[in-house]
Nanobody
Framework: VQLQAFGGVLVPAGGFLRLSCAAS??????SAWFRQAPGKDREFVAA????????IYADSVKGRFTISKDNAKNTVFLQMDSLKPEDTAVYYC?????????????????WGQGTLVTVSS
């Protein structure tokens, strides 16, 4: 089982970036993005079910970030718009077998290696 996230770069505040995460080795019930800023705990960002339904978001990114998926490619995306310096973090994709969407880190069993996103002010 492998999750690989791509797309980390340095972007200016107000800019945009799309992260992608390709999952191999398993069919996921749900996928999510978490992030971890320097010196802080890893926090939930967004999650989407592979069986359909509306995704969920953290309040801090609602209206600016969009999670989506490509079923054929088994890939999940995170479109990040109107980026702020406080969005600077290592972003991780995660997967779980269940289709229900949960925010707790402990409920996600598989993790990618993380990709650094730095937003300059």
């Amino acid at each position: 089982v492998q999750l690989q996230a791509f797309g980390g770069v340095l972007v200016p505040a107000g800019g945009f970036l799309r992260l992608s995460c390709a999952a191999s080795g398993r069919t996921w019930g749900a996928s999510a993005w978490f992030r971890q800023a320097p010196g802080k705990d890893r926090e939930f960002v967004a999650a989407i079910s592979w069986s359909g339904g509306s995704p969920i978001y953290a309040d801090s990114v609602k209206g600016r970030f969009t999670i989506s998926k490509d079923n054929a490619k088994n890939t999940v995306f995170l479109q990040m718009d109107s980026l702020k310096p406080e969005d600077t973090a290592v972003y991780y994709c995660a997967g779980r077998r269940g289709t229900d969407l949960v925010r707790m880190r402990s409920q996600w069993g598989s993790w990618g290696q993380g990709t650094l996103v730095t937003v300059s002010s």
